[in-house]
């Protein structure tokens, strides 16, 4: 099958870049401009996970007349709040001169980012996108020359022992011009391009946390409409970890909680789903969501380098957008409008070559555009944020970025680099702090398997697994005495296990569980992981997430 442009991943970068060539193509009379996207996930929305509050200012220029089209941002930012938990029992709230001056969210909305991707999709198709969910690409089709030509889905109905069931179906060869790829943090086939085109070598290493997200509805008594709450400190700092967590009042008595832990992390002992389950039991958590029902879970990888760490998005016959590439503002906490304007550049870019009568080569001016526009500002501004925090901790990291932002304004006159990658940070399980974490109650502290439960994750049982470890002795005979093997973890599905029995150690992968939050093929101490797509619709399907 030929188009003009395929896009690989339904998310906000995606479905920016779709619509954003139809409105082109629209505009120039060329009704027959075919654009494809493809999409791993059961439907569109399936696997998006955010916090979220955004900032809509690429929506704006996308679909001007947004509201009128009912997109689903209806509930603004009404107050920002800011904690610090100095401990188990006790807090300080930041004054509110005192916030960075990016964490303030006036203007912004706080939303289900997975109904504003399902929004996006209605718009899409009717622009005439051609719409293909539950089809995971697979694999890059390349030209003789070296340049991308395409992908090539997954197949179907394929056994765990890699023979033809009844149900078998191929996989298609999608063909195009150009070739966009949005498929979001770590993305598998993003992944393979930076190292076979080089991307990354006038690049820091790429820094990723894990998020963690949970929705709850809470006592009418206890909403706080468009009430915006985030926090550091306690737990993490026992471990000596960075990240933060997030409280965000949304409609319908419905509150976001979650936590993001930063994959720069040296203690093989700390566990994000464990730190997050205990940081419920905070008196500035416990009270909002004490009472209430929890109503989904979810676990998603986010790229945090920011402009440090952004490798080249251009190479023959296609380019990186989103969180593939990383575009995320780690200051503002927020990377949809990123996303959503990089897939917009990369449209325009790939548009005006078309024009030209370009095919399969390199799109320089994608990068000539995002060099000119307010998405470079906006990453500029940020590029000391993660690096100050990874280098000096919260304490003096956030004096800096409260001078950098605050008093200067985002122009601080040096920049910050950190060149440890995330998978290099471990210390020695033998050296290492083991901390407690509570036991679960089934009312504010769970366990990973019932949490799963409510992601709505399915994979079907019998297929190859979509974990592939490159020596599979490596878990047990190196992982396991010098870390204590981190992978049951740091996983928040309980998809790695160690299990002991009278022949000794074993390593389990149980994949069923994967919610693909690439987590593993990122920290991985060993780099013996590597995360790829499973059978088409497989995996979490959230709902309002």
Request: charged letters at 20%; a negative charge.
């Given at each position: 099958?030929?188009f003009?442009?395929?896009?690989v991943?339904?998310?906000?970068?995606g479905l920016?870049?779709?619509?954003?060539?139809?409105?082109?193509a629209?505009?120039?009379?060329?009704?027959?401009?075919?654009?494809?996207?493809?999409?791993k996930?059961?439907?569109?929305g399936?696997?998006?996970?955010?916090?979220?509050v955004?900032?809509?200012?690429?929506?704006?220029?996308?679909?001007?007349?947004?509201k009128?089209?009912?997109?689903?941002?209806?509930?603004?930012a009404?107050?920002?709040?800011?904690?610090?938990?100095?401990?188990?029992?006790?807090?300080?709230?930041v004054p509110?001169?005192?916030i960075?001056?990016?964490?303030h969210?006036?203007?912004n909305?706080?939303?289900?980012?997975?109904?504003?991707?399902?929004?996006?999709a209605?718009?899409?198709?009717?622009?005439?996108?051609?719409?293909?969910?539950?089809f995971?690409?697979?694999?890059?089709l390349?030209?003789?020359?070296?340049?991308?030509?395409?992908?090539l889905?997954g197949?179907?109905?394929?056994?765990a022992?890699g023979?033809?069931?009844?149900?078998?179906?191929?996989?298609?060869?999608l063909?195009?011009?150009?070739?966009?790829?949005?498929?979001?943090?770590?993305?598998?086939?993003?992944?393979?391009?930076?190292?076979?085109?080089?991307?990354?070598?006038?690049?820091?290493?790429?820094?990723y946390?894990?998020?963690?997200?949970?929705?709850?509805?809470?006592?009418?008594?206890?909403?706080?409409?468009?009430?915006?709450?985030?926090?550091?400190?306690?737990?993490?700092?026992?471990?000596?970890?960075?990240?933060?967590?997030?409280?965000?009042?949304d409609?319908?008595?419905?509150?976001?909680f979650?936590l993001v832990?930063?994959?720069?992390?040296?203690?093989?002992?700390m566990?994000?789903?464990?730190?997050?389950q205990r940081?419920?039991?905070?008196?500035?958590i416990?009270?909002?969501?004490?009472?209430?029902?929890r109503?989904?879970?979810g676990?998603r990888?986010?790229?945090?380098g920011?402009?440090?760490?952004?490798p080249?998005?251009?190479f023959?016959?296609?380019?990186?957008?989103?969180?593939?590439?990383?575009?995320?503002?780690?200051?503002?906490?927020?990377?949809?409008?990123?996303?959503?304007?990089?897939?917009?550049?990369?449209?325009?870019?790939?548009?005006?070559?078309?024009?030209?009568e370009?095919?399969?080569?390199e799109?320089?001016?994608?990068?000539?555009?995002?060099?000119?526009?307010?998405?470079?500002?906006?990453?500029?501004?940020?590029?000391?944020?993660?690096?100050?925090i990874?280098?000096?901790?919260?304490?003096?990291?956030?004096?800096?970025?409260?001078?950098?932002?605050?008093?200067?304004k985002?122009?601080?006159?040096?920049?910050?680099?950190?060149?440890?990658?995330?998978?290099?940070?471990?210390?020695?399980a033998?050296?290492a702090y083991?901390?407690?974490?509570?036991?679960?109650d089934?009312?504010?502290?769970?366990?990973?398997?019932?949490?799963?439960?409510?992601?709505?994750?399915n994979?079907?049982?019998?297929q190859?697994?979509?974990?592939?470890l490159?020596?599979?002795?490596?878990?047990?005979?190196?992982?396991?005495?010098?870390?204590?093997?981190?992978?049951?973890l740091?996983?928040?599905?309980?998809?790695?296990?160690?299990?002991?029995?009278a022949?000794?150690?074993?390593?389990?992968?149980?994949?069923?569980?994967?919610?693909?939050?690439?987590?593993?093929?990122i920290k991985?101490?060993?780099?013996?992981?590597?995360?790829?797509?499973?059978e088409?619709?497989?995996?979490?399907?959230?709902?309002n997430m």
């Amino acid at each position: 099958m030929e188009f003009d442009v395929i896009i690989v991943g339904g998310g906000p970068a995606g479905l920016s870049a779709a619509i954003r060539l139809r409105q082109l193509a629209i505009e120039a009379g060329n009704d027959e401009f075919m654009v494809c996207v493809v999409e791993k996930g059961s439907e569109f929305g399936a696997h998006t996970l955010s916090g979220a509050v955004i900032e809509p200012r690429a929506l704006n220029e996308l679909i001007p007349d947004w509201k009128d089209k009912g997109a689903p941002l209806n509930v603004p930012a009404t107050e920002d709040r800011f904690y610090y938990l100095n401990s188990a029992t006790r807090s300080t709230q930041v004054p509110h001169s005192l916030i960075p001056g990016p964490m303030h969210n006036d203007g912004n909305y706080i939303v289900s980012l997975g109904n504003v991707v399902r929004w996006l999709a209605v718009q899409a198709e009717e622009l005439e996108v051609m719409m293909f969910p539950g089809f995971p690409a697979d694999d890059i089709l390349y030209n003789d020359d070296g340049s991308v030509k395409g992908i090539l889905t997954g197949d179907m109905g394929v056994a765990a022992n890699g023979e033809a069931k009844p149900s078998f179906e191929p996989g298609y060869e999608l063909l195009a011009k150009y070739t966009i790829f949005a498929e979001g943090s770590r993305g598998h086939l993003g992944k393979r391009l930076i190292s076979r085109f080089d991307l990354d070598k006038d690049s820091d290493p790429q820094h990723y946390g894990i998020g963690l997200k949970e929705l709850w509805e809470v006592e009418p008594d206890k909403h706080e409409q468009g009430v915006v709450m985030h926090g550091l400190g306690w737990p993490l700092t026992e471990t000596g970890s960075t990240g933060g967590w997030w409280l965000y009042f949304d409609e319908n008595n419905q509150v976001s909680f979650g936590l993001v832990a930063d994959l720069s992390y040296h203690n093989p002992y700390m566990s994000p789903f464990d730190e997050m389950q205990r940081l419920k039991t905070h008196p500035v958590i416990k009270r909002v969501l004490e009472g209430g029902k929890r109503i989904s879970y979810g676990a998603r990888a986010l790229t945090k380098g920011g402009l440090n760490s952004l490798p080249k998005f251009t190479f023959p016959g296609g380019v990186l957008v989103g969180d593939d590439a990383g575009f995320l503002n780690p200051a503002k906490i927020k990377g949809t409008h990123t996303s959503m304007k990089s897939g917009m550049l990369a449209a325009e870019a790939i548009f005006e070559a078309l024009q030209a009568e370009r095919q399969h080569d390199e799109v320089v001016a994608y990068s000539t555009m995002y060099k000119e526009s307010w998405l470079y500002q906006d990453n500029y501004e940020a590029r000391n944020f993660s690096p100050a925090i990874h280098r000096m901790g919260l304490f003096m990291g956030g004096a800096f970025t409260f001078i950098e932002h605050n008093l200067l304004k985002g122009k601080m006159p040096l920049t910050l680099h950190d060149n440890v990658p995330d998978y290099d940070q471990l210390e020695r399980a033998n050296h290492a702090y083991q901390p407690t974490y509570p036991k679960p109650d089934g009312k504010l502290v769970f366990d990973k398997l019932s949490s799963v439960f409510i992601s709505n994750t399915n994979h079907a049982e019998d297929q190859p697994t979509h974990l592939k470890l490159t020596d599979p002795t490596v878990p047990i005979s190196i992982n396991l005495p010098l870390y204590a093997e981190p992978a049951r973890l740091y996983c928040p599905a309980g998809v790695y296990e160690v299990v002991k029995d009278a022949e000794g150690a074993k390593f389990v992968i149980n994949a069923q569980n994967c919610v693909h939050c690439k987590t593993c093929d990122i920290k991985d101490p060993s780099q013996n992981i590597t995360w790829v797509t499973p059978e088409g619709g497989g995996g979490p399907n959230y709902p309002n997430m």
